[in-house]
Every structure is written in structure tokens, then in C-alpha cells.
């Protein structure tokens, strides 16, 4: 039986913050216990919650030119699959953040990487700290998505990338939204990284997963169905799952991988090569002139 999805309904009360967590909660640590049954080949498939798969990595982690050392920060890192996969194949030193505490020890049991327990919106990093960032599947399901941007622009370095897969709306939606889920035009999400720092590199659809990946993930999801069929946090994540599915065939809705990078703070100017204000005849100039 889940103990965090119910919890939060009796506690928090909207059924949205109890949807998210059935999904995002119960079921991340119910896949770990099917990962650990099944075995190590099942894991990065099936903690890949967030629709990346081996070809929508390769390409983000390419974008960001990750390389061995290169410190990762991952947010809303959920059960750990990317920054599994980033670490095994490049070489990273992934740092994952997640808020729902199911997640976060699924992560650390199953790939042993270190798991910071935190929103996005309040980073315990240093600034300049972390030398990229992904943030996958996460944008759609934070209501403040400005507040949690600037947090990674502050904590990534100067001209370092954010990898994004991001679930974004083609224009109003006329079916129902999984609960908690806003997604974003593409038009919003650009207008968004604009605002909090972030200069536009390349942005593509994602590309599609092979079957041997699709395969295991759907293993070890019919493996979480089967031993928690009864239970009510299940019922609420397969509706989630359902609304998304849905959308997706209508294609109301579609998944962008985005590459931005960290726009440099401007370099504050020293005083003696500030230009003198100008006197009054430039000011004349400047405004009869349409000088801007
Ligand atoms: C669809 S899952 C994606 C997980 C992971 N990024 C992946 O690709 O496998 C969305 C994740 O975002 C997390 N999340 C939700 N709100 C968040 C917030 N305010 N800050 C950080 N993460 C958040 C959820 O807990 C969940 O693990």
C-alpha cells in the first residue's frame, strides 16, 4: 500500500499534489523494488521517467559537450536514469536534485549517486557551482517555471548549457491536462529562458526510442501494474499516464529537447571608462536625431 500519496491527499488536500505524488513518489520507489527484481539491465530504462531515452540523451548530452569530470546537475532527477546513463557514458559527475523523497532513495539505491533532497525553486548549491545542467520532464509540473530557471542560471557557470526535454502545448488544449501539469507554448518557453538568462543554441522533437530500450521500461511498468494494481496511488498515476496519452495522440502536445546556455553577467564597467553623461547639446541631438 502507498504511504505518500495518501498521506499528502489527507495533509495537503488538492487531489493535484496527491496525483503528482502517486506518480512522481510511489510509483518511482515501487519501480526501484521491480528494477532490483528484475535486475541491473532493466535500471536505466525504467528510471528514465521523464520520455528521455538513449537517442534524446546522446543528443543533449552532445549539446552540452559533457565530458569525464564534468560536474552534472540534474533537476527533478527523479528515479536518476539520465544521470545514470550521463555518467556511464561521458564520464560525469551527476549531482541529482529531487524533491519527493521515494524518488530521491530510488535513485541513490538503485545507480549510488549522490541525491540532494530539494525543489528546484531553492537550490542548496553555491553560485557558479555546477558546470551544466539538465532538467527533464520537469518544466510541465512546477508551477513557478521562472523561479526555478533562474535557480539553475545562478548555480551553473558563466556560458554553461542546460539540456531541456520539455512537454510543450501546440496551441490550447481542448482535452483535460494530466492534475498539476501546465505545459508551455513553445513561443512561452522561449519568452521564458529569454527572461531568466538563458541564450537560445539549438532545439529539435525528440527522436524516438528503440524497442530494446521501450521494451525493458515497459518490463519493469508491468511488473510495478501487477503487484500494485489495488492499490489507489496506482489508480491515480495510470489516470495521469492516461491524460498524457491521450494528448500526445490528439498531438495537442508534443516533447522538445532545448539546448540554452548561460548568458555571462555583464562585466560590470569600470568607473573611469564610463562615458561622461552627455551635456545638453547631445541630449538635443540625441532626441531630435532618433539616436537610441
Ligand atoms: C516526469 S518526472 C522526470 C524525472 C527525470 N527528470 C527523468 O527524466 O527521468 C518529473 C520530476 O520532476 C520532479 N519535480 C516536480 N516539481 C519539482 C520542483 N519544483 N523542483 C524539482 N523537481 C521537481 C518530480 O518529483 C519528478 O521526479
Known sequence: MSTSASMSASASGPATVSALTAEFDDVAGWTADAVEQLGPAYAIPAACRGSANPAALAWLAEACELSPGTRLLDVGAGVGGPAAWAAERFGVRPILLEPMPAAGRAAARLFGLPVIAADGTRVPLRDGSVDAAWCLGV??????????????????????????????????????????????????????????????????????????????ADRVAAVVASQHRADPAMALADRQGERLGRLFAAGQIAVRLVHVVRRPAPRPVPPESRPAPPGPEALVRTICGGER
Open 139 to 216: 518544466l510541465d509540473v512546477v508551477r513557478d517555471k521562472a523561479a526555478l530557471l533562474r535557480e539553475v542560471h545562478r548555480v551553473l557557470r558563466p556560458g554553461g548549457s542546460l539540456g531541456l526535454l520539455v512537454v510543450v502545448a501546440r496551441g490550447r488544449l481542448v482535452l483535460p491536462a494530466p492534475e498539476g501539469n501546465v505545459f508551455p507554448t513553445r513561443r512561452e518557453l522561449g519568452g521564458l529562458l529569454a527572461a531568466t538568462g538563458f541564450a537560445p543554441v539549438q532545439e529539435i522533437d525528440r527522436p524516438d526510442a528503440p524497442p530494446s530500450w521501450k521494451r525493458r
